[in-house]
């Protein structure tokens, strides 16, 4: 069971606007950035989005971050059938000694 | 650019102990510009954070795992190394190693990573 939560799949059509969003707690995103990652089939995870709303170089500006107190939203639009991947959020979570958690990932399916 | 690259046996017998390399590339380990992870991926499951090592030496590793994780830099190979011990089926993962850019941030970049099965 992931310390966030992400809906297990999502769908849209190309030209669509997609959300996904990532619910956590106080110790994650209540006090910490949140991460994106897209992961295409048999590859590594790819850094979509930091620190909340910051996109890598490289990294359309057609993907957008969003946080609000314990939750968080990845925002695609003109979606496109090159998006079809799972999405997941991470943040640090500051119990303990502090570890990185990730959400358990959204598959997402263009229609 | 830094790129980053696991290496080791894709099949680890259970009970022994798992050990995996990555080796750093277009950057040093020891710049500090970076700490250095590890986070597997059960086949078709989600991310799960290992733990960390900063140049110095400096490590923190998930509670979940801790008992069991040794992680370890080698400045002059620009490597740093992974062990997992008492090894299940339940560890049967890709492996990736990653950087991160402060002591508090998931990560930035990732390896490709490695399959390891264990099994008999």
């Known amino acids: 069971q992931s310390v966030l939560t992400q809906p297990p799949s999502a769908s849209g059509t190309p030209g669509q606007r997609v959300t996904i969003s990532c619910s956590g707690s106080?110790?994650?995103?209540?006090?910490?950035?949140v991460y994106w990652y897209q992961q295409l089939p048999g590859t590594a995870p790819k850094l979509l989005i930091y620190r909340n709303n910051q996109r890598p170089s490289g990294v359309p500006d057609r993907f957008s971050g969003s946080k609000s107190g314990t939750s968080a939203s990845l925002a695609i639009s003109g979606l496109r059938s090159e998006d079809e991947a799972d999405y997941y959020c991470a943040a640090w979570d500051d119990s303990l000694s502090g570890l990185a958690v990730f959400g358990g990932g959204t598959q997402l399916t263009v229609l | 650019q830094v790129q980053l690259q696991e290496s080791g046996p894709g099949l680890v017998k259970p009970s022994e102990t798992l050990s995996l390399t990555c080796t750093v590339s277009?950057?040093?380990?020891?710049?500090?510009?970076?700490?250095w992870s590890w986070i597997r991926q059960p086949p078709g499951k989600g991310l799960e954070w290992i733990g960390y090592?900063?140049?110095?030496?400096?490590?923190n590793y998930n509670p979940s795992l801790k008992s069991r994780v040794t992680i370890s830099v080698d400045t002059s190979k620009n490597q740093f190394s992974l062990k997992l011990s008492s090894v299940t089926a339940a560890d049967t993962a890709v492996y990736y190693c990653a950087r991160s850019s402060t002591i508090t941030a998931p990560p930035c970049g990732w390896g490709q990573g490695t399959l390891v099965t264990v099994s008999s």
């Open positions: 090592i900063y140049y110095s030496g400096s490590t």
């Open positions: 106080s110790s994650n995103i209540g006090s910490n950035y």
């Open positions: 277009g950057g040093s380990v020891s710049s500090g510009s970076y700490y």
